[in-house]
């Protein structure tokens, strides 16, 4: 079994586990990891979930760097810090994290299974969805992209250029960094949005919305000219590497 098989093996047999009582955020979750039975608005538990299922699979060292976080806008930022955050060719034990609104910060996010519904939809294990854990289809649009752990598997005996848990490296191989220009859409265009918005460049009258129009364009060539690079609105390599700031 491999140590992203494990990791499933936990999440699954969590599946219908709930709030008691449903509403409440009190759930054997939230105690485990503040330490005491905590309730109300202030403790969302997906991230603590996913935190939880980690830390019960016996891989507590590639949650956050072996730290703890209950946000997934702090984990993702911790994953992109480290080249191990995948915005595509999604696998199984990818930690989904979502975009839902058209700020700046994540909201959401569980477990890829590496499985899809009929419809093409990744199946995900998600924490606190509907106050409860359960199995839940998601479209790559909703998606704002994943964090990759580094599992042991990719990296014994040195090898960490083949397998299909080969770690992304900063300069994204391994990882799906598509070329975007005007034109393009879907969960890419988003997080590259997204990354602009972290960056200070505004996208007032659109937002996040998986549509590179001319709003997005603009905004990408004024984040190019500051960061030195050639100002032709196409994000390729070099403008992702910069986004990401590896």
Known sequence: MTQADKLLSIARAEIGVAEDP???NKVKY???????????????WCMVFVWWCFREAGLS???CGGGKTASCTALMKWAQREGRFAMGDYRAGDVFL??????DSSEHTG????????????LVIEGNHNNRVELVARSDAELWGAYRPAWAEALEDGNTSSGADAPP?????GITLPTLSKGATGSAVKAMQILLMGWGFSLPRWGADGEFGAET???????????????????GPETWRKLLGV
């Open 22 to 24: 449903l509403g409440s």
């Open 30 to 44: 939230n105690s485990a990891y503040y330490g005491r039975e905590v309730s109300g608005e202030r403790y969302p």
């Open 61 to 63: 060292q590639l949650f």
């Open 98 to 103: 979502y975009q839902l609104d058209t700020d």
């Open 111 to 122: 477990i890829c299974t590496g499985e899809k519904d009929d419809r093409g939809r990744y």
């Open 169 to 173: 490296s900063p300069q994204g191989e």
């Open 217 to 235: 364009r603009a905004a990408l060539k004024a984040f190019q000219q500051g960061a030195c690079l050639a100002a032709d609105g196409i994000c």
